[in-house]
């Protein structure tokens, strides 16, 4: 094989690579829940606030608890860590 053979077949595996990526990354993460135009045809699954199962309640705990980390992350901010991971404020 050429020079120029193994660089276009090295070219194009890494194109391939990154284009799978791109199309995994927009299929798993692409729904960020914001609005697109277009009108909501379904109502919410909770009208109320808070849960009545047990399971549901310590699943949107720890949804929660995954918001404020995330957000402690990205803000550097870790003042809300405390409260939310030990239930004792600062």
Do not use: K
Request: charged share 15%; no cysteine.
């Amino acid at each position: 094989m050429t020079t120029r053979g193994r660089t276009l077949a090295v070219g194009g595996a890494l194109l391939a690579i990154v284009a799978g990526g791109l199309l995994a990354g927009f299929l798993a993460f692409g729904d960020d829940g914001q609005s697109s135009g277009a009108t909501e045809t379904t109502p919410p699954t909770s009208p109320i606030g808070t849960p009545t199962d047990p399971r549901a309640q310590v699943e949107q705990a720890y949804l929660d608890a995954w918001d404020v980390w995330a957000d402690a992350l990205l803000q550097l901010d870790v003042s809300q860590l405390p409260e939310t991971f030990t239930g004792l404020s600062n």
